[in-house]
């Protein structure tokens, strides 16, 4: 079925160092992606997304890379601040009339000062 | 900041009670959506709405109830609530067609 996983569950990284979080998914016809920040105690904040016609979106200080091939996401965030920290959650949509995202696990980032 | 609200933020409450989370957004969204989050885990669906009158059941079963009478509005009901339904409930909204979906703040519901 489909289903949506990350990498690593924790990531700790120095400030100002760059940060880069992975996703697996498992549906091939999945055609839109996006990246949530959740901090402690609040909803998912949108962060970036990108669709199965790009491999590459640039934000600002993030990017979101898409490899179809190995059915595989990832963010990098550039400079990591402390206000990065937070847990990161992938998304995708399978596509079609389907307007639900399935999301993965969490990744914990953690930013040393 | 999406406007998207949801009331209240925070709900102790015994077991059997019935409870209603509401969930109203300003954007004049088509499609809203109800989540289920344990603590440090991923999001479930468990309800979502494609528009006035419709309503679907999510891909996590859930013994709530939902309905969507008005555009801006889609409250989740408990008719009688125990510990196991204790969790983060978090509403969401998003435009036609597939993009981002807009979250609100979320509700953690205690049941003793």
């Known amino acids: 079925g489909e289903s949506v996983g990350l990498h690593l569950p924790t990531l700790s990284v120095q400030e100002g160092d760059n940060s880069i979080i992975n996703c697996a998914y498992s549906?091939?016809?999945?055609?839109?992606f996006i990246w949530y920040k959740q901090e402690s105690g609040k909803g998912p904040q949108f962060i970036i997304d990108i669709r199965s016609n790009m491999d590459k979106r640039q934000g600002q200080r993030v990017t979101v890379l898409l490899n179809k091939t190995v059915k595989h996401l990832s963010l990098q965030i550039a400079a990591t601040q402390p206000g990065d920290s937070a847990v990161y959650f992938c998304?995708?949509?399978?596509?079609?009339?389907?307007?639900?995202?399935?999301f993965g696990k969490g990744t914990l980032l953690t930013v040393n000062p | 900041e999406a406007d998207i609200y949801q009331t209240p933020r925070y709900l102790v409450i015994g077991t059997g009670k019935k409870i209603t989370l509401e969930c109203s957004q300003t954007m004049g969204h088509d499609k809203m959506y109800w989540y289920q989050q344990d603590p440090g885990m991923e999001l479930h669906l468990i309800h979502y709405?494609?528009?006035?009158?419709?309503?679907e059941k999510g891909d996590l079963s859930s013994e709530s109830t939902v309905s969507r009478i008005r555009t801006e509005h889609f409250p989740l009901t408990l008719e009688s609530a125990r510990p196991s339904h204790t969790s983060q409930y978090l509403c969401?909204?998003?435009?036609?067609?597939?993009?981002?979906?807009?979250f609100g703040p979320g509700t953690r519901l205690t049941v003793l």
């Open positions: 709405s494609y528009g006035v009158n419709s309503t």
């Open positions: 998304a995708e949509n399978s596509g079609g009339s389907n307007y639900k995202l399935t």
């Open positions: 969401a909204s998003s435009e036609s067609g597939v993009g981002e979906q807009f």
């Open positions: 549906n091939s016809a999945s055609d839109y």
